[in-house]
């Protein structure tokens, strides 16, 4: 099962203190819309999302179909297969995909911490 791209969603309360915070640490604006209130950060390999106002904890976010630079890959797993097999694990979702659609779409659980999991397929 290919998860894609990965990258730490964080929720903060201030997303210009974050976004000087990590610029600091070496990361660029990669992507996000700070009007919106979230903005995309890399360093190298590694992203972050900063999310202001979005989500009530930090999350282990997955993007099926995109690479690391959010380039879309030749080969990935649907988000619905994921699903598929997770459940057939006996993995509880906290948030499913609707089975019958195509596309964009996106599923939550909770590892066994409590540490939360968005796998977001934007294609």
């Known amino acids: 099962m290919d998860l894609g791209a990965f990258s730490i969603s964080l929720s903060v309360k201030?997303?210009?203190?974050?976004?000087?915070?990590?610029e600091k640490l070496g990361f660029t604006q990669f992507g996000g819309d700070?009007?919106?209130?979230?903005?995309?950060?890399k360093n190298g390999e590694h992203i972050i999302g900063l999310f202001?106002?979005?989500?009530?904890q930090n999350l282990m976010?997955?993007?099926?179909?995109w690479d690391q630079n959010a380039s879309e890959t030749t080969d990935f797993t649907?988000?619905?297969?994921?699903?598929?097999?997770?459940?057939?694990?006996g993995i509880e979702l906290t948030s499913r995909a609707d089975e019958n659609s195509?596309?964009?779409?996106n599923i939550?659980?909770?590892?066994?911490?409590?540490?939360?999991?968005?796998?977001?397929?934007?294609?």
């Open 14 to 22: 201030n997303l210009d203190a974050s976004r000087e915070f990590y």
């Open 34 to 41: 700070a009007e919106q209130n979230w903005l995309i950060m």
């Open 52 to 56: 202001q106002g979005m989500f009530e």
């Open 61 to 65: 976010t997955f993007n099926p179909g």
């Open 78 to 89: 649907d988000v619905r297969a994921i699903q598929k097999e997770l459940e057939k694990q």
């Open 102 to 105: 195509t596309g964009p779409a």
């Open 108 to 123: 939550f659980l909770s590892d066994p911490d409590g540490n939360q999991i968005l796998i977001d397929q934007h294609r």
